[in-house]
């Protein structure tokens, strides 16, 4: 057990709809990470943030966006969600904002019908 | 842009060694690191090592750097029918965020 949570850790929805995916990162732990996990793209990493602000971004679509809050959870909102959307969302935690070792939560698999 | 590669699968009896092989691009790579997947979970971090070391032993695990030649490899030694899983290289850019990962290893272990 990393000591990352993530919830829910199934979610199936329809096409068009939007969804949003949660992250407590491990305590003491300021950065949040998140990745997606699909067969055809592999891992990728889509955004970071440190302490509440976004520290940077990887490739993620404009329809996707996230936040982290004061008590340093985060979410990941995905909206007008398409077939290709349906992977594995990974958060992970780091203590710093440069994240030399970060801790993966066990992901939610998100289904797009 | 960097890019890490991974053979797609090795096969290894139960008690052999593994070798997991792994090359990288991005010679400013700062940090470098292998993840265990197993069915239907997530990420466990097992090692990683600095990019000015030339190796690191913890346990059954041993990660090579070849700095040189940009390659990383991970031993596991007695390996076990439990390290069944699919295992990840990645590195860490050098603005110190974002893990770029390889497509993945996987490992099956036969009795």
């Known amino acids: 057990d990393s000591g990352v949570t993530q919830t829910p850790k199934h979610l199936i929805t329809a096409t068009g709809q939007r969804v949003t995916l949660r992250c407590s990162p491990r305590s003491g732990d300021l950065s949040v990470y998140w990745y997606q996990q699909s067969l055809d793209q592999g891992l990728q990493f889509l955004i970071q943030y440190y302490n509440g602000e976004e520290r940077a971004k990887g490739n993620i679509l404009e329809r996707f966006s996230a936040q982290q809050f004061p008590d340093l959870h985060s979410e990941l909102n995905l909206s007008s969600l398409e077939l290709g959307d349906s992977a594995l969302y990974f958060c992970?935690?780091?203590?710093?904002?440069?994240?030399?070792?970060?801790?993966f939560g066990p992901g939610t698999r998100l289904l797009v019908l | 842009g960097e890019d890490v590669e991974q053979s797609l699968f090795l096969s290894v009896r139960e008690g052999d060694s593994s070798v997991i092989n792994c090359t990288y691009t991005d010679s400013s790579s700062t940090y470098l690191y292998w993840y265990k997947q197993e069915p239907g979970a997530g990420l466990q971090l097992l090692t990683y090592?600095?990019?000015?070391?030339d190796m690191k032993q913890d346990q059954r695990l041993t990660v090579l750097l070849n700095k040189k030649d940009k390659h990383l490899s991970l031993r596991i030694a007695d390996t076990q029918t439990g390290d069944s899983a699919i295992y990840f290289c990645?590195?860490?850019?050098?603005?110190?965020?974002?893990?770029?990962f390889g497509g993945g290893t996987r490992l099956m272990v036969k009795p």
């Open positions: 090592i600095f990019s000015n070391m």
């Open positions: 990645a590195e860490m850019s050098n603005a110190g965020n974002m893990l770029t």
């Open positions: 992970a935690s780091a203590t710093s904002g440069t994240g030399e070792t970060q801790y």
